[in-house]
Nanobody, 116 residues
Framework: QVQLVESGGGLGQPGGSLRLSCAAS????????MRWYRQTPGKERELVAT????????NYADSVQGRFTISRDNAKNTVYLQMNSLKPEDTAVYYC?????????WGQGTQVTVSS
């Protein structure tokens, strides 16, 4: 069974950094692209970053470009989101995502709050 488990969320300071992790199991991790989404109450879910199966290409939302970095370690079946220069508007629940055979798989989410 496919499972995605996020960790690393918490309280961050404006201008500070947090690193999120997503541990994957139940599928051949190295064969699939991975994504990070985020959602704030009252707003649409936003695609934050995408990484290809090999890690050779990445893509970012304009709102995080230059501040966030997505990476993966296929030997550890883990995808990361390094969040630098945090802003209050980065506050959201962050979700790890992949799709296989038309089925979407989501982690349980990890809360990130950016406040002084």
């Amino acid at each position: 069974q496919v499972q995605l488990v996020e960790s690393g969320g918490g309280l961050g300071q404006p201008g500070g950094s947090l690193r999120l992790s997503c541990a994957a199991s139940g599928f051949i991790f190295s064969n699939y692209n991975m994504r990070w989404y985020r959602q704030t109450p009252g707003k649409e879910r936003e695609l934050v970053a995408t990484i290809t199966s090999t890690g050779g290409d990445t893509n970012y939302a304009d709102s995080v470009q230059g501040r966030f970095t997505i990476s993966r370690d296929n030997a550890k079946n883990t995808v990361y989101l390094q969040m630098n220069s945090l802003k209050p508007e980065d506050t959201a629940v962050y979700y790890c995502y992949t799709m296989r055979y038309t089925v979407s798989y989501w982690g349980q989410g990890t809360q990130v709050t950016v406040s002084s």
